[in-house]
């Protein structure tokens, strides 16, 4: 059974970098797409992007200059990096394995979430 | 972007229950429509992809249909794990825009 589990600072202070790794256990790296999806307190899902496990990313335009997701196959990790944030970048942070169905994607196993709070 | 929609946003239902939650997206995704169903403190959970394809393990008494515009998730007799919220997402465009969300309520 895959799982994923995030890890990083519970708090970061505005203007600075958001860093969180989502350790992959349970099945490969290799293969699949790597995502983080986040969702402000009691509000909805917002996708920020992925990466495909040998290259190639897909970030949401609204984050795209502030984002960088990598992986590390060697480590079965992926990392979120997202900078100069602002109290709007409070969430809880998902990460999540992709695939595609015919062109279509999905997000079919989750981390539990992490709760990241921009604050000074 | 494209928008998703998705009505009502909440609804109170009882045990056994048919429930019906639709989506509807500003332009046409064709078949490019996940379902996720979220529980209080937890992570999503995929139960539809591709608007009708039901995810591995996840109970018949979901179901999936539309396209184009219109979606609907349907469960046909609610059992008291389902309350929860339900979100729909579309792939059809590169930014995987999710629905507002619909939590559905014990009565």
């Not at chain 1, 917002?46 to 984002?67: A, C, D, H, Q």
């Not at chain 2, 403190?41 to 249909?65: C, D, E, H, M, T």
Request: glycine content about 10%.
């Amino acid at each position: 059974q895959v799982q994923l589990q995030e890890s990083g600072p519970g708090l970061v202070k505005p203007s600075e970098t958001l860093s969180l790794t989502c350790t992959v256990s349970g099945g490969s790296i290799s293969g699949y797409y790597w995502s983080w999806i986040r969702q402000p307190p009691g509000k909805g899902l917002e996708w920020i992007g992925y990466m495909y496990y040998s290259g190639g990313t897909n970030y949401n335009p609204s984050l795209k200059s502030r984002v960088t997701i990598s992986v590390d196959t060697s480590k079965n990790q992926f990392s979120l990096k997202l900078n100069s944030v602002t109290a709007a970048d409070t969430a809880v942070y998902f990460c999540a394995r992709g695939d595609y169905h015919d062109s279509l994607y999905y997000s079919d196993y989750w981390g539990q979430g992490t709760l990241v709070t921009v604050s000074s | 972007d494209i928008q998703m929609t998705q009505s009502p946003s909440s609804l109170s239902a009882s045990v056994g229950d048919r429930v019906t939650i639709t989506c509807r997206a500003h332009q046409s995704i064709t078949n490019f429509l996940n379902w996720y169903q979220q529980k209080p403190g937890k992570a999503p959970k995929l139960l539809i992809y591709a608007a009708s394809n039901l995810q591995r393990g996840v109970p018949s008494r979901f179901s999936g249909s539309g396209s184009g515009t219109d979606f609907t998730l349907t469960i046909s007799s609610l059992q008291p794990e389902d309350f929860a919220t339900y979100y729909c997402q579309q792939s059809y465009s590169n930014t995987y825009t999710f629905g507002q969300g619909t939590k559905l309520e014990i009565k």
